[in-house]
């Protein structure tokens, strides 16, 4: 929960719409300098006047309605860009490119668990066992 002044300075510095939907999303109103833009849209913020652990943040692409709230998890983030989150890495993957997705490495994808395009199995083997079913003779 933030204090009176700096929920102030955030609806002031944000304005009325996204400042309702920082509140909605995120439970918190920030501000904060955007650091850079992954490939998938999501923004990647600083503020240094924040207490620690709480300097940076990444605003979700799929955020951009006020009703989308159960669309963004953090499986959505890029390794790279994890590794800046989590202060891992010290420069953002704009500069530091260590980080870097091979080329021969698959494309990221986000964990799609829980969705409609989530993988399911299925069987490709032969049943071991068969149903019974009971031959019935004629009566005279």
């Known amino acids: ?6 929920t102030i300075k955030g609806f002031l510095k944000l304005g009325p719409s996204r400042f309702m939907r920082q509140l909605n999303n995120m439970g918190d109103t920030k501000v904060g300098t955007l650091i850079g833009t992954d490939k ?3 923004k990647y913020f600083e503020n240094l006047n924040e207490s620690y652990g709480r300097t940076r943040w990444v605003q979700f692409a799929k955020e951009d309605s006020f009703f989308s709230r159960a669309e963004a998890n953090a499986s959505q983030v ?3 860009w994890h590794g ?8 953002p993957p704009t ?8 080329k021969w490495g698959v494309e990221f994808t986000e964990n799609l668990t829980g969705s ?3 993988f399911k199995t299925y069987n490709t083997t032969r ?3 068969q149903a019974w079913t009971p031959k019935v003779a004629n009566r005279a």
């Open 1 to 6: 929960m933030s204090s009176l002044p700096r």
């Open 78 to 80: 890029p390794a790279e």
């Open 127 to 129: 049943a071991k066992f």
């Open 95 to 102: 500069i530091d490119k260590s980080m870097a997705a091979p």
């Open 40 to 42: 998938f849209g999501n």
């Open 84 to 91: 800046w989150l989590h202060r891992m890495l010290d420069a």
């Open 116 to 118: 409609p395009k989530a």
